[in-house]
């Protein structure tokens, strides 16, 4: 059974543009999550999707958005982006909900500079 | 508010056992889990509390007091593979996100 994919693995970008990230769930899981991580935060939450619907949304301005297709695949898009956006972005995928065991991809790294 | 605290980075040697607290201060409790992290890979999940006590797996074990918003997770018979970060991550009652902590990096020296 494949694990979480998420393309692209690293990413450079400068101020002002925006980018888009892909994660392919493990087959079956319908809960699709996303995460920031940076050293000094931690984990945040981004949002969640569950059948193309955004179930949950974390503290993040509007220029951090998402999608979610009909095969569960996801997409996350940051526009004008800003230095402070350099981060590993994890996608997780579970079967129904967040609150059970999640599956994480390996990230995209993105480097705003 | 919702709070978890986890050291920054821990160290030991191989074949010791070493104990990673998590504390947490948040308006209810749902369930608490663990997970691992290598540099430069996805986190994988270790272990999920619900109910207080041990919950023990092979090497590792983890701990949970709902009472005093505390949990541990203890490594035995450390090896140079256990080298990683360690996630607590909590989830509160009226959430259907998790909450996670900074992570403890722990350094195992041979």
């Known amino acids: 059974k494949a694990g979480v994919t998420q393309t692209p693995r690293y990413l450079i970008k400068t101020r002002g543009q925006q980018v888009t990230l892909s994660c392919s769930p493990i087959?079956?899981?319908?809960?699709v999550s996303w995460y920031q991580q940076t050293p000094g935060q931690g984990l945040q939450f981004l949002f969640e999707?569950?059948?193309?619907?955004?179930?949950n949304k974390g503290n993040f301005p509007g220029r951090f958005s998402g999608r979610q297709f009909s095969n569960s695949r996801s997409e996350m898009n940051v526009s004008t982006l800003e230095l402070g956006d350099s981060a590993l972005y994890l996608c997780?995928?579970?079967?129904?909900?967040?609150?059970?065991?999640?599956?994480f991809g390996s990230g995209t790294q993105l480097s705003v500079l | 508010g919702q709070n978890i605290d986890q050291p920054t980075e821990m160290t030991a040697t191989e074949g010791a056992i070493v104990q990673i607290n998590c504390t947490y201060q948040t308006s209810g409790f749902n369930g608490l889990f663990w997970y691992q992290q290598h540099a430069g890979e996805a986190p994988t999940f270790l272990s999920y509390?619900?109910?207080?006590g041990l919950e023990e797996k092979g090497r590792f074990s983890s701990f949970l007091s709902r009472s005093k918003g505390y949990s541990y997770l203890l490594l035995k018979e450390l090896q140079m593979k256990d080298s990683a970060s360690y996630l607590c991550?909590?989830?509160?009652?009226?959430?259907?996100?998790?909450?996670f902590g900074t992570g403890t990096r722990l350094q195992v020296f041979p």
């Open positions: 991550a909590v989830l509160p009652p009226d959430a259907d996100k998790l909450i």
């Open positions: 997780a995928s579970s079967l129904m909900t967040t609150n059970e065991k999640l599956f």
């Open positions: 087959s079956g899981h319908r809960s």
């Open positions: 999707y569950f059948s193309e619907t955004q179930r």
């Open positions: 509390n619900v109910l207080d």
